[in-house]
Structure formats: structure tokens, C-alpha cells
């Protein structure tokens, strides 16, 4: 099948990085005016070190703040006055400068200690990282207090300054403008988003500040010679331009050079960010952040479409990792509104989304972009079309409800928003927390005015009329004039501040409830819930006590005005207005804290949300099932041994089971009232075994009509490996005090089998059941021979854990993991002494579970995913579900066929990736591989009748895999050497394969008959077997010396019919490395270590023609399907094509590799593409033109040792001893070439899933004041 991909465009990024030909002139000439009068900075090697947390928007401004820096030139009159070069040095970004390395910290040391300045990029993210702060006390440390500059990005200082700086600061919350022009303050610019400042202006003045700070220069002065020199350069264009009107006479040229000019710029401007969003991307990639770092790359092809972006792309897809689905959870939050026709419920989420619910069915869609901070107010239009959200950053939001697509987003201050609401122009206004009212109007103005007097702490923002009702924590109700911010009238509501206001359906009363003091302090005279007649507020109606904590979004009127409910966080608590009754869902200890609430359209049902997202009818007041999925953080996962069901356990007690394939829930089981820790399936799949947070081990018979549990044990508490099944008799391990005891399958306790005295707290069976292993209170682990005659013999493991680790065996028992706090070890189950790894992680992990072949282990973190290759311990992919929103991951399980993850949040989420199959490429992973085994790359051979790939394997077995679906069909055992040469038979029903002892081995695909074909002496190798088109006709290279090291450099031509020899081939001085038959089977090319190549005629056997030209190894050789040409390819760098007829050059190719070793070439089967691998990935060519298509670069081990195209035209696999094969899909490769850059970011985008989606287009739609 001919592919057709469009070639390659010559650009790179690497030119966006050179300067302009007249800045560099404008800048040596500045450099040679002050040369003798000027001085360099402080021995150091940067000017200024940027410490910052590395997550969105922190990243992207560091960023640009390091080019910004790196590029401003300082007026030259004020460098010449300073005695410094006009420009200020290099800036050090840890993203940027950091190379991969063990000792992370001391290389930040040493880049602080060689820093002039540290800027610190402040937000509530910064606070979080424990890096900025230690970079900070550091810095301190040096003695470099007054050269420490904060940039303020996002939040207040108080909420944004880590504690390392918040102990320099004296900055107050109030004149964070006052601090940034004082001395003694490190508050040095203010970057946070201003919507009455252009961004550019805004980022402008922040930079001068930050750089007049860093000079040591006034401001104004540094601001004023800035604003001269750009003056001076309007002049300088102004006089050239009149010199050019006078010179050419005309407008003509002087607009065009203009045009061209501007051109440049913009063509500039955009390369710069494409540039920046490249940096991002590989600094993600560095990290092994692999989607992030393929959003990066696919953002910054949006920008400037690039052939090496998109290079970069596939090399990330070539992870195979992407979000197939999410199942449903009931997560919880701050906000809930109703849709005008009652069908759906808008809620809120703890996670930063906005998600609609159906209250008919349960399913739910998110709005397409996700808040940057918590959300705490909701509002929908009269028309019930549009959605506005506020968050408690300042943040608005506003949404198409049916689509989910952001209309616009602003920001009318930094304080939280307290009630939003729409007129009935469709303008938005919107109250925060600092007491700024806004009103957004449909033509894009924003206008604010501050609403004076106490502060505001409840309001309700009416579509129907021209007031604003607030409540303000002094107690007072106060109707607003929303033009002037006025009071209108007010009155004393409550002794205490006002928290929460609801107005009933007539407009007529108003229920208010305060809060703060109410359970210290003084006593006040009524805890109760007023309901106020606005028209006369002298007479409230006073309802019973109440003994919660209100919330501002948490009270509400039913339509008919007769009950009031109201959301606290003991509960839901909900009123008769006519009895004055008061009913309530549980008692403070065990109900679940609500947080905002709405009533049905008939009043007879409240949705709330808190912890969870609820239903429950009002009379009486009891829950009512709804949604599907946890309730509370996933705590277990377990697939059946089929693969046909997912479990699920949640924190909340219960057990769902899944549909694998799309995450849809099937059935539920009731778990434990207490909560679950994890799940497992017995062998069999029949029983599943759960540990509950009070330390009971229990099994459900999930055959039985009810799935009712057994308790088996009494363990430890919050012990989440309590049990496990012995997998062949199906007896369970079991925790029971300071013993490991023993139940049968029938649930009975076996007597006089514990081990006694081992203060257990976790434990786990291998696969084979011949060991259990147990890891006690003192984190130590230790092994225990589990036989049936006498106590088992404990072998103890080491290290040990500082907290109590995860234990896992790979399903082959092989090899066993422990996981603990931030360390992942790995041993050699049978030989157990020290570990044969040592992985450091990010953060705490919580659960580890290894892929059905061994080959990795899933790591779940706080905040992320991490994959490890367990044979190498090398981090491969690191991923967060949630990207911008940091959560716990609690679970994580691999599939039976070792194709999907499932992960576990405790959010209640379930998310399933795929891990190593994308569209475009597929990975095989060798079963077989052990720690130790780094050196190996497969032989490789593909069926002439179908797609399927033979591959040898480190056991040297061979096995046969369907390219199509990446299974193995078929396992043929055997001493199979990857030297030794693997090829089909041209009919596809045997293999044929070298040996060490003479023989050539053909096995019979069906039945693996093995038939043995003495070709030489029983010390003899035979390497490189060779087949042809002619079934009788093979070759392969051998040296009769037997001597170990002899290099095979004797060519033989066998025929597989008579038995013998055709001929016998010397010349070459070396092993022969590779051989090739041309279509008709009568000439033979030969490949050798010795530099040369060569075509043999068979028909005159010893006769040749030289391919002459190679300066290396001649590692490959391959004909074009019509036989018309041949291909080599050596350790020169080079790929050469020859003509057969006169074995002259057609076309010598540079193999873009990056290094000078290629090791193998080969021609498509249709003919119309070359493919060469070597050191640094492979590459395509077109034939004929010979123009290069794609650079492929997937493997973590660049050096890839062959690629090879199957005979259908469909599948380039590629081989490298990182030691994965990539199967990759031409098609796929050739539509993705063709895709537009939009497609391709929506489709990267889409394979993180939704979460990804609502992070990465959180500035999408971003609209401006």
C-alpha cells in the first residue's frame, strides 16, 4: 500500500533564536561607546535567578519574564552612567538551564550561589511548592535578603508570598501599590491581570520596575529614559522617512518598507510565541509531563505550523497515553443553581468545573473550561441560555449553557465574588467580597463603583428590578441603588454579621441568618433563621433554632414560599414557614456538610451540594438515589480475571461495578457503612475481598442474589492490604492483631497456622502462592515461604520504609515492589536482599500496580500518575488527571490485556487511559525482559501473507504478533539468537533461522514441527539467514575456524531442496551484517563490517560489483521492490542509493539521526519509500526526488537498530534497546502530516480527556475589560 506524506518544510525553531541583524549591530555599537568606562555584574554567571512554581498561568509568565529580561537593553546613556553593558545577562530558569540529574537541589544551589538577584514569581500556587520557598531561605542564607524581587502574579500578598518571604515583607493588603516603590520592600512589580491596563502596557511597567529594582535606579528615571529612547527612535524613523519621501520622491516605497516592516514583526512576534510554547512543552517532556508536553506542542503549532513540532507531537504519542473515559462521580462543591425549566441541575465543583446535571437521568456534560480558583457564586439569564459563575479570586465566567462554550471572561477585582445576577438587558452584575459592584454590559463595557459602609457578606442581585438587597456583617439588611451604591433603606436584622439571604417568589420577604460568633463569645439572644416582610420589617417572623453553620450560597425559598431550607455543614435543615417546624437530615456527627442548595420547580425535592452532590425530597427529609458513581475518593479498583468487569470501592462504602470498555456503571453492591480501602478479585472471579477502614476484612459472593458480605477478620484500622487471596487454594491471608492468620474459602479460621508475633500492617500473596509477604508495624518487610509443614521461614527484605510502604508482585512473581512515602524499590523476587532499584517520586504514593507482562509499574500519587519500566526503573510518563486542580490519586490498576489503566481519585473519579496505543503508533513490550537485560534488540521478521511480525524475545523464544491488534497469536520456544538471522518462508508457514552449531532451523507455523538442516560443522555459526523468492534458495554467512570471536565473513548460498551449497562467496574482510536477494533471486548484496558492499552474480558465483563510496560499517542492505536500485546504509552517516546495472551513486542521504551511525535501510513494498534508522530516530524518504517526509523519534534509547515496513504497506516497526518496539501506522502518519494545527490541538486536547480540555483552555475565550 503506497502512503502518501507530505514532506518536510526546512525551517526550524532554532532560527527564531538569533536576534535581528540590526539590534546585534545597535547593540555592539552601544557596547564599544562605554567599553573602557564599563563593568560587568558580580562574578556571578546569571543576572537573576527566577524562582517560581511550575504550573499555569506561574509558568508561562516566568517565561516570558526570562526573554523579556535576556532582551531589554538598557539606554545606552544610562548604561555608560551605571558602567554596565547595555544588556543584563543571562537569566536562569530551573526549566530552561536544569540538565537531568540525581542531584537536583545542589545543582539549584549552585545556580543561586553563581545569581545576582532572585525573582520570585508570587501566587497561591508558589505557596504550595516547597521549592520556591527553600530557593527563597537560600538565598537568605547567602546573605542576599535586599537582592530578593517579588512579582505578584495572582492573589494578595498574604495569600500569595511563601513564608520565607512573607517574614521580609511589611507589605499590607491594602497598598500593595505603596509597597512597590519602596526601598525596603521585596514587592517589586504586580503582574496580576488589570482589565482597565492593556496586558503589553501592564507587562511593561512591571518589567521597568523589576529592572530599576534590580539596578539599583529610581523608577521614574528608568521609565523616562525609556520613554525617551523610544521617542528618540519615532524621531530617527520620522527624519528617515522624510529623507526617504526626499530621495525617492514618492510614498510608495517608504509604505512598502513599512509593510514589510510590520510583516516582520508580526512574523517575529509569532515565532517568539511559538518559541515560548515549544520551551514549555520540552520542558514538560523533560519531566515526562506527557500531556502537558503535547498540549505545549500542539499550542505552539496553533501559533506557526512547524514540521518539527509535529515531530515532537508524535514522539510524544508514541507513549501511547490518552484519556478513553471517565465514569461518573458525585463530587462536591460550593454552588448549585437550577435550570428555568427544571430539567437539569448546575453545580459547582470542589474541582474548579461547572457540570450540568440531568435530573431525569443522572448524566452530566462540564462547561469547556475550568476556573482558575474555587468557584463560589452561580447566576443564570432570565432566558436560561447563558450561565455567568464567579470565583473567589475575582474571576467571571461567563458560559453558553447548552454548548458549554465560554462566552467571555473577566475580572472586576481580585476579591472573592459573592452574588452574581443578570437584568433583564442581558448586562451581568456581579458583587465581591470587597464591596466593588459590577455590571458587565453586553457591549463589553465594565463598570464598577464601591458600595460604602461595613462589609458585605450576603446579597441578592434581582433581574426584575433596579435594587440589590446585601447583608453586611454588621448585622443590617440594606437595599442598594445599584447606580449610585447608595443605601435606600436599611434596618437592623441581626445581632450578629449576615451570612446567607433568601427572597421568596413574590419579591415580599426576605429570610436572613448570621453567623460567625454564634458559638463563642457572648451569647445572643435568638439562633434561629428571621424571615423579614420587606415592606414592613418590624414584625419578623422568628423559625426554631438552629444549631448549623449556614453558608452564603445555603438558603432558599420553595416556589410557593411555604418552607425555607437551608444548607449547613451538619446538614440540610429545612422549615415550615406556616408551623415554624424544623426538620433535619442526620445529626452533626454523620450527616454531610452542605454548602449551597435549590428547590425543585414543585417544591417537593432540594438538590444540594457539599461534600457530595445530593437529592432529597422535602416532606419527609431523606435522600433520594439520583447519580451514579462515589460519593467519597476511590479506594480500590480490581478488574475481574476475565477483564469483562471493572470494581470499584469508595471511601463513602460502596462497590460498583463497571463496564471496562466505557465506564458505565452496572451494579452496585452495598460495601461497608465505615468506608472501603481497597478490592480484589479472588482467581476464579467469584469472591472479592475488601478491607474497611475500621480494620475488618470482609468477602462478598458477588454470584449471590444479594452480595452480602462476610466479616473473616478483625484487623488493623485503616490498613488497606489487610487480606489477600492465596491464589490456588483461594484460602485468604488475613491481619488479626500481632498475627497473620489464615480463613478458608468456606470463611473458617484456620487453627494453628498463624504467624504469630509480627505485628503485621500489610501483606500480599505472589501469584504462585509460594510466598507471602508482610510488612510490620515498623515498615520492615519480610518474605515468608508459605509451606504447609511447620511456621514459614521469614526472609527479610532491606531497606525498610520510614511509613508503612504498598506492596505488589509482577503477575509472573518475578519481580516485587514496595512503595512508601517518595521511594519506589524493586527486587528480584528470588533473590530478595537488596533491591535492584531505587525510583525516587515526585510526592507520596499511594498505590502500585504492575502491568499484566511485568515490564511497568503505575504509581499513584499526590497530584499525578507515574509509569516506571520496571526493568530499567526509568520514569516513562508521568500525567495528572486534573492537570491545573491537584488531586489525591488514590488507585490505579492495569487491565488483564495490559492496554489500559484505570485510576482512582479522591475526588471519586475513575479515569481510563490507554498506555502504549495511540492512533498513529502502538508499543510491544517483550514479556520476558529482567532487570540486567538493557543490551538486547530483537530480530524481526514480517509474514508475506498476512500482518503479522515474528519476534525473538530475551528467552529467545519467538513469538508472533498481530500487527493489527498488537496480541500475540502464537509462542514458538527455542534457542532463537538474534545474530543468528529470522526470516518466513516465502509461502508464510515457517520460519527459518540461523544457528550456533550449523544447522539452519525451519519450524512449521502450525504444530511448531522444528526441522533441522546441517549446513555446516557442529561449531559453525550460521548468521544473517537470507531467504529468497525462491523457496529452494537461501543464504547465510558463516566462518568454518570455529573459533568463538571469528568474524562470519564466508557467504553460502544453499539450496534447501538438494541439501547443498550453490556457492561459497569470500571477499569480504569482515562479518557480513546484512544480505538481501533482488527480486529474480540471482543477485545477492552483501553488507560488511569492512566498509564495503557488494552484488553477486550468482549465475557466475565469485563475481561482483563494488558499491563503492562508504566511510564506515556498511550496517544494511535492501532492494527496491522492482529490483531496480539497491540501498545502503553505513556508520558514515550516510544512506546511499545505487543502480543496479552500473552500480553507480543515484542519491547519497544524509540520515538525519544526529549522530553518524545508521544501522538499517529498507524500501517500502510499493517502492515510494526509503526508511533509514540510526542513532537519533528514523527517517522517511520520498523516492525518486529523493526529498526527506518524516523524521520519526519515539524511543527513549534513540539509537534505533532497524525499521522495517510489513508487506501490506501498513506497519514501520521500529527497534532500539530503550528496549520497546513501536508499530507504527503509515496511514496515520501520512493523515496526521495533513491535519491542519487546529485539528491536531483539538485532538491533543481531547486525548487528555476533559479535564485536560478545562485546563488547557482555561484562557481560551478570555475576553478583555
Known amino acids: ?100 540529574t540525581s542531584d537536583l537541589w545542589g545543582h539549584i544551589v549552585e545556580a543561586l550561589e553563581n545569581s545576582e538577584n532572585l525573582i520570585v514569581l508570587c501566587s497561591p500556587r508558589a505557596v504550595q511548592s516547597k521549592w ?225 446535571w440531568s435530573v431525569a437521568g443522572g448524566s452530566s456534560r462540564p462547561m469547556l473550561v475550568r476556573h482558575p480558583a474555587a468557584i463560589t457564586s452561580l447566576a443564570l439569564s432570565p432566558n436560561g441560555k447563558t450561565l455567568a459563575s464567579g470565583g473567589k479570586n475575582g474571576d467571571v465566567l461567563v458560559f453558553n449553557l447548552a454548548d458549554g462554550a465560554l462566552l467571555e471572561r473577566y475580572a472586576p477585582t481580585t476579591a472573592s465574588v459573592i452574588a452574581l445576577g443578570f437584568d433583564s438587558l442581558g448586562d451581568v452584575w456581579g458583587l465581591s467580597e470587597d464591596n466593588v459592584l459590577s455590571r458587565r454590559k453586553t457591549d463589553g463595557a465594565l463598570v464598577k463603583l464601591t458600595i460604602p459602609g461595613a462589609k458585605i457578606g450576603a446579597a441578592i442581585i434581582r433581574p426584575d428590578s433596579p435594587e440589590i438587597i446585601v447583608g453586611d456583617n454588621k448585622g443590617f439588611v440594606r437595599v442598594i441603588d445599584p447606580g449610585t451604591g447608595a443605601d435606600i433603606s436599611a434596618f437592623k436584622a441581626d445581632p450578629l454579621a449576615i451570612e446567607a439571604l433568601a427572597l421568596d417568589a413574590s419579591g415580599k420577604r426576605l429570610a436572613e441568618w448570621g453567623s460567625n460568633d454564634r458559638y463563642v463569645g457572648t451569647p445572643v439572644p435568638c439562633m434561629c433563621v428571621r424571615i423579614w416582610p420587606l415592606d414592613d420589617p418590624s414584625t419578623p417572623q422568628e423559625l426554631a433554632e438552629s444549631p448549623g453553620y449556614p453558608t452564603a450560597n445555603g438558603l432558599a425559598f420553595s416556589a410557593d414560599g411555604t418552607t425555607v431550607a437551608m444548607a449547613t455543614l451538619s446538614g440540610l435543615e429545612v422549615w415550615n414557614t406556616t408551623t415554624g417546624k424544623l426538620e433535619k437530615t442526620g445529626d452533626r456527627a454523620s450527616s454531610n456538610a452542605e454548602y449551597a442548595l435549590a428547590f425543585s420547580a414543585d417544591g417537593k425535592q432540594i438538590f444540594a451540594i457539599g461534600g457530595y452532590l445530593g437529592r432529597y425530597s422535602v416532606a419527609p427529609l431523606a435522600p433520594v438515589d439520583w447519580l451514579k458513581g462515589h460519593a467519597g475518593a476511590v479506594e480500590g479498583l480490581a478488574f475481574s480475571p476475565d477483564g469483562k468487569t471493572l470494581v470499584s470501592a469508595g471511601l463513602e462504602g460502596g462497590i ?117 509477604a508482610v510488612v510490620n508495624t515498623s515498615n520492615k518487610i519480610t518474605f515468608y515461604a508459605m509451606t504447609y509443614y511447620g511456621q514459614p521461614e521469614p526472609v527479610p527484605l532491606a531497606p525498610g520504609f520510614d511509613r508503612t510502604p504498598t506492596l505488589a508482585f509482577s503477575p509472573s512473581g518475578r519481580l516485587f515492589a514496595a512503595a512508601g512515602n517518595q521511594l519506589l524499590l524493586i527486587w528480584q523476587a528470588d533473590n530478595p536482599g537488596q533491591p535492584v532499584h531505587e525510583v525516587n517520586l515526585a510526592s507520596e504514593v499511594h498505590d502500585i500496580a504492575f502491568s499484566p507482562d511485568g515490564q511497568l509499574i503505575a504509581a499513584a500519587m499526590y497530584g499525578e500518575v507515574a509509569i516506571i519500566d520496571a526493568i530499567s526503573g526509568v520514569i516513562v510518563a508521568r500525567f495528572n488527571p486534573y492537570q491545573v486542580y491537584q488531586s489525591h490519586i488514590d488507585r490505579v490498576a492495569f487491565d488483564p490485556g495490559g492496554t489500559r489503566l484505570v485510576v482512582g481519585t479522591d475526588q471519586g473519579t475513575i479515569h481510563a487511559y490507554s498506555i502504549g496505543d495511540a492512533v498513529e503508533t502502538r508499543t510491544i513490550r517483550p514479556p520476558d525482559r529482567m532487570p540486567g537485560d538493557y543490551s538486547f534488540t530483537p530480530a524481526i521478521a514480517f509474514s508475506p501473507k498476512a500482518p503479522i511480525a515474528a519476534i525473538n524475545g530475551y528467552d529467545q523464544s519467538i513469538r508472533l504478533y498481530d500487527l493489527a491488534t498488537g496480541s500475540v497469536t502464537d509462542t514458538i520456544p527455542g534457542t532463537f539468537g538474534r545474530a543468528h538471522g529470522l526470516a518466513f518462508s516465502p509461502d508464510g508457514r515457517q520460519l527459518i533461522a540461523g544457528s550456533q552449531i550449523g544447522m539452519i532451523r525451519i519450524v512449521d507455523l502450525d504444530g511448531h514441527a522444528e526441522r533441522d538442516i546441517t549446513v555446516g560443522k557442529p561449531d559453525q555459526p550460521v548468521h544473517v539467514v537470507t531467504p529468497s523468492s525462491d523457496p529452494a534458495r537461501l543464504a547465510f554467512a558463516t566462518d568454518e575456524s570455529g573459533k568463538e570471536d571469528a568474524d562470519s565473513n564466508t557467504i553460502v548460498v544453499w539450496n534447501t531442496t538438494t541439501g547443498k551449497s550453490e556457492a561459497v562467496l569470500n571477499g569480504h574482510g569482515r562479518s557480513v551484517l546484512s544480505m538481501a536477494f533482488d527480486p529474480t533471486a540471482r543477485i545477492l548484496a552483501s553488507a560488511s563490517y569492512d566498509t564495503t558492499a557488494r552484488l553477486w552474480d550468482l549465475a557466475n558465483p565469485g563475481q561482483y560489483k563494488e558499491l563503492v563510496g562508504h566511510g564506515g560499517s556498511v550496517t544494511s542492505i535492501a532492494f527496491s521492490p522492482d529490483g531496480k536500485r539497491v540501498a545502503t546504509a553505513a556508520r558514515d552517516g550516510f544512506v546511499r542509493v545505487f543502480d543496479i546495472g552500473t552500480a553507480s551513486q543515484i542519491a547519497t542521504l544524509l540520515a538525519a539521526t544526529g549522530s553518524d551511525y545508521v544501522e538499517a535501510v529498507s524500501f517500502s513494498p510499493a517502492g515510494d519509500l526509503l526508511i533509514a534508522s540510526g542513532q537519533g530516530g528514523t527517517i522517511l524518504w520520498q523516492t525518486g526526488n529523493w526529498a526527506p517526509l518524516l523524521h520519526l523519534d519515539g524511543h527513549d534509547d534513540q539509537w534505533v537498530q532497524s525499521a522495517a515496513v510489513d508487506p501490506t504497506g501498513t506497519w514501520l516497526l521500529t527497534t532500539s534497546q530503550d528496549p520497546y518496539i513501536r508499530v507504527w501506522n503509515l496511514k496515520a502518519l501520512a493523515d496526521f502530516q495533513k491535519s491542519s494545527p487546529a485539528s491536531i490541538l483539538t485532538d491533543s486536547i481531547a486525548r487528555a480527556g476533559d479535564a485536560e480540555l478545562l485546563g488547557a483552555s482555561s484562557d481560551s475565550g478570555k475576553a478583555g475589560p
Open 656 to 772: 460498583r461495578f463497571h463496564d471496562p470498555a466505557t465506564g458505565s456503571e452496572r451494579r452496585v453492591l452495598d460495601g461497608d457503612p465505615k468506608g472501603l480501602l481497597s478490592i480484589g478479585f479472588d482467581a476464579p472471579g467469584r469472591y472479592l475481598l475488601g478491607c474497611t477502614t475500621g480494620g475488618a476484612a470482609k468477602l462478598w459472593d458477588i454470584e449471590a442474589p444479594d452480595g452480602a458480605p462476610s466479616a473473616i477478620s478483625t484487623g488493623r484500622s485503616f490498613a488497606k492490604q489487610c487480606a489477600s487471596f492465596e491464589p490456588v487454594t483461594g484460602r485468604v491471608a488475613v491481619l488479626r492483631g500481632n498475627d497473620v492468620g489464615f480463613v478458608s474459602p468456606a470463611g473458617e479460621l484456620e487453627d494453628g497456622t498463624a504467624i504469630k508475633d509480627v505485628s503485621p500492617a500489610g501483606l500480599i500473596y505472589s501469584p504462585d502462592g509460594s510466598k507471602l
Open 132 to 356: 520556591v520557598n527553600d530557593e527563597i531561605e537560600e538565598f537568605i542564607r547567602l546573605g542576599r535578603q535586599d537582592k530578593i524581587y517579588a512579582v505578584l502574579v495572582e492573589g494578595e500578598p498574604a495569600q500569595a508570598f511563601p513564608p520565607a518571604l512573607l517574614g521580609i515583607s511589611k507589605v499590607a493588603r491594602q497598598d500593595v501599590g505603596l509597597a512597590i516603590d519602596r526601598p525596603d520592600e521585596p514587592l517589586a512589580a504586580d503582574l496580576r491581570p488589570d482589565p482597565d491596563i492593556r496586558q503589553g502596557a501592564q507587562r511593561r511597567t512591571a518589567l521597568l520596575r523589576l529592572v530599576a529594582g534590580m539596578l539599583g535606579i529610581g523608577f521614574d528615571d528608568l521609565r523616562n529614559r525609556d520613554q525617551e529612547r523610544r521617542a528618540r527612535q519615532l524621531v530617527v524613523l520620522a527624519i528617515g522617512s522624510m529623507v526617504a519621501l526626499a530621495v525617492v520622491s514618492g510614498l510608495g516605497i517608504w509604505a512598502e518598507f513599512n509593510r514589510e516592516a510590520a510583516v516582520r514583526e508580526r512574523t517575529a512576534a509569532v515565532a517568539s510565541q511559538a518559541l515560548s510554547l515549544v520551551r514549555l512543552g520540552d520542558d514538560a517532556w523533560g519531566q515526562h509531563r506527557v500531556l502537558d508536553a503535547e498540549a505545549d506542542y500542539a499550542s505552539s503549532l496553533a501559533v506557526k505550523d512547524d514540521p518539527i513540532i509535529r515531530e515532537k507531537i508524535l514522539r510524544v504519542r508514541a507513549r501511547g497515553i490518552r484519556q478513553l473515559w471517565e465514569a461518573p462521580n458525585r463530587i462536591g462543591g460550593n454552588a448549585l443553581v437550577l435550570s428555568r425549566d427544571g430539567t437539569n441541575v448546575i453545580a459547582a465543583h470542589e474541582d474548579q468545573v461547572i457540570r450540568v
Open 1 to 100: 500500500m503506497a502512503v502518501s506524506i507530505e514532506p518536510l518544510d526546512s525551517s526550524s525553531p532554532e532560527r527564531l533564536k538569533k536576534p535581528g541583524f540590526l539590534r546585534r549591530v545597535r547593540v555592539w555599537f552601544a557596547a564599544q561607546a562605554g567599553r573602557r568606562r564599563m563593568r560587568m555584574p558580580p562574578s556571578g554567571r546569571y543576572f537573576a535567578f527566577i524562582s517560581y512554581r511550575q504550573a499555569a498561568p506561574d509558568k508561562v509568565e516566568a517565561a516570558w519574564l526570562q526573554s523579556a529580561l535576556e532582551t531589554y537593553d538598557i539606554p545606552s546613556r544610562l548604561a555608560m552612567r551605571l558602567q554596565r553593558k547595555p544588556r543584563l545577562g543571562k537569566i536562569f530558569r530551573d526549566s530552561e538551564e536544569l540538565a537531568a
